[in-house]
Structure formats: C-alpha cells, structure tokens
C-alpha cells in the first residue's frame, strides 16, 4: 500500500522469523541502514525483502539459496524489482563456492532447515564476516535433532557458536509464532576474550 509516495507492506511474524524475533523482544537486530547482509536460506525472499527494504539503497543482501525451483521465484518476485538485492544458487554448507560472489558483511543472517546450523553460519562468517560483525541464526530445533528438547538443541548450537569465537548477545524463544524455534543474537568474540 502506498501513502504520500511511500510504500507501506505486511510484515507477518507467522511468516518471516526475524519479525517474529523483534516481536519477542530480541534486545537489537544487527541489520540496519547501509549495512551489507549475507543471507543464508533466502528461499522465496519474504523476509529477504523486508531485510533489503531496511539496509536500504546504501546496503546491499546477498541471497544465498539452493533451490533451483525456490530460487527462480526469489529472482522473478523479488530480485527483480530490487537493486540491492544479489540472488546465488549454492548451498550454504559449501561457502567456499560461492566466495568470489560475496564481498566482506556487516551480518549473517542464517535461516537454513539443516542439521548443523551453527557450524554452517561459523563456515561462512570465517569466509564472510567483517572483523565486528554480528550474526543473527533462526535456530529450528527440530532440523538439527528431533530426538532432542528444543532448549538442548539451543543450547548445543550455542555452544558451537562460543566454541567458533562468538559471543552471545541474546536469544528468544519463536513461540506462538514459530513451534520449537529461537532467534541468537551473537557478534564475533575478539581474539583477546
């Protein structure tokens, strides 16, 4: 919809986990105005394009997805009509295939439906992330290991994140918007902590 020439769209937290997360109280989202995204499982692009209407015509979201039929819907629906958007077919365990594609990021967000969640977002941020950057991981309990409790999956995937030098900031519980799901908030821990 669109009042006094500006633009003004739906933004569904039973749809998009990052505005699930702010409406759970997340203490800060790392993405912002003029800052440059790595997007991890961009899939159709909902809250891709949420993510590319905050960073702005300064910020630039590279969409990382590895499906081929998913990935022609990001580029016909969205891509298309936004600039600072850069859609790449590639499968986020593999990061190293996709680096002359991506400059250096202010944030990873990371929203992939596969076991090893952590490791993957670590993989990229050692290729990817800026020396302060921070990363946000919609964490789906049940992608990594259905036969454990969501609060254990959490708090295993946190431990790797620790362990690959980052520092948690927060996390939040994704309930009633997402079952079994949490928002982490983390930058990367300097080498002198």
């Known amino acids: 919809m669109k009042f006094h020439r500006r633009e003004y769209r739906l933004w569904d937290a039973y749809r998009s986990k990052l505005a699930a997360a702010v409406l759970r109280g997340i203490s800060e989202v790392a993405i912002a105005e003029g800052r440059d995204v790595l997007y991890l499982g961009a899939a159709s692009g909902t809250t891709a394009s949420h993510v590319s209407d905050i960073v702005g015509e300064d910020g630039s979201v590279f969409c990382v997805e590895f499906a081929q039929r998913t990935m022609r819907e990001l580029i016909e629906n969205v891509c298309s009509f936004r600039p600072n958007m850069s859609p790449i077919l590639a499968d986020a365990r593999h990061p190293s295939t996709y680096r002359s594609l991506v400059s ?6 990371c929203d992939v439906a596969q076991p090893e969640q952590a490791r993957i977002l670590a993989d990229n941020a050692d290729l990817f992330l800026k020396e302060r950057g ?5 964490l789906k309990s049940r992608s990594v290991d259905v036969t454990m409790s969501p609060a254990s999956v959490f708090s295993q995937e946190k431990s790797i994140l620790v362990q690959r030098r980052f520092r948690i900031i927060d996390t939040v519980r994704l309930e009633p918007y997402e079952k079994d799901h949490a928002m982490i908030l983390a930058t990367r821990a300097s080498e002198s902590q």
Do not use: G, N, Q
Request: glycine residues 0%.
């Open 104 to 109: 250096p990021v202010d944030v990873i967000y």
């Open 134 to 138: 921070s990363v946000m991981i919609a």
